[in-house]
T-cell receptor
Framework: DTGVSQDPRHKITKRGQNVTFRCDPI?????LYWYRQTLGQGPEFLTY????????KSRLLSDRFSAERPKGSFSTLEIQRTEQGDSAMYLC??????????????FGDGTRLSIL | SQQGEEDPQALSIQEGENATMNCSYK?????LQWYRQNSGRGLVHLIL?????REKHSGRLRVTLDTSKKSSSLLITASRAADTASYFC????????FGAGTTVTVRA
């Protein structure tokens, strides 16, 4: 169990640029989640996948955001035309789904995005 | 929107003391979970309590759940410097809904 891995750890970019983050879940986990956390707040749910299927998207996920999990393993989160308000920590988590939904989510250490 | 709300926002205690924090939530739940987050790191799952349970223990952690009051508490006994972190309650097993957390500082 190597844990959930996120890359990069930090990303600084200019407003209007596109950014892409990667998440590698724990290998046997079929569910993968993305959350966003701003300073002083708890994480907010963005979207989740079961295998390669994206099952739910939060209203927080505007049209500028897209997430993929093409082979049911790693996932990418892309933000197009970044805005100041996108500055946050983006957290990825994974879990075993279908176990009565009582399996804990395992989080990565996040990607901190700063928009200049 | 955030479902859970933790109280207090911040807590400072001496090493060896107990730390208690509370969580209130708005709608009925199937289970409630507590997570810890060290500064700059991801969240670590601590304990899950089901809606039909009233109390659960794990090491130095004790969690209670009162569904009639829609509240839960987390007690950390004999605190250590390594317990310094933010603590969050979360509802819903899939789309976790977190409060703003309680920041605990344990002074040596």
């Amino acid at each position: 169990d190597t844990g959930v891995s996120q890359d990069p750890r930090h990303k600084i970019t200019k407003r209007g640029q596109n950014v892409t983050f990667r998440c590698d879940p724990i290998s046997e986990h079929n569910r993968l989640y993305w959350y966003r956390q701003t300073l002083g707040q708890g994480p907010e749910f963005l979207t989740y996948f079961q295998n390669e299927a994206q099952l739910e998207k939060s209203r927080l996920l505007s049209d500028r955001f897209s997430a993929e999990r093409p082979k049911g393993s790693f996932s990418t989160l892309e933000i197009q035309r970044t805005e100041q308000g996108d500055s946050a920590m983006y957290l990825c988590a994974s879990s075993l789904g279908g176990q009565g939904d009582l399996q804990p989510q395992h989080f990565g250490d996040g990607t901190r995005l700063s928009i200049l | 929107s955030q479902q859970g709300e933790e109280d207090p926002q911040a807590l400072s205690i001496q090493e060896g003391e107990n730390a208690t924090m509370n969580c209130s939530y708005k709608t009925s739940i199937n289970n409630l979970q507590w997570y810890r987050q060290n500064s700059g790191r991801g969240l670590v799952h601590l304990i899950l309590i089901r809606s039909n349970e009233r109390e659960k223990h794990s090491g130095r952690l004790r969690v209670t759940l009162d569904t009639s009051k829609k509240s839960s508490s987390l007690l950390i006994t004999a605190s250590r410097a390594a317990d310094t972190a933010s603590y969050f309650c979360a509802t819903d097993a899939i789309k976790l809904s977190f409060g703003a957390g309680t920041t605990v500082t344990v002074r040596a």
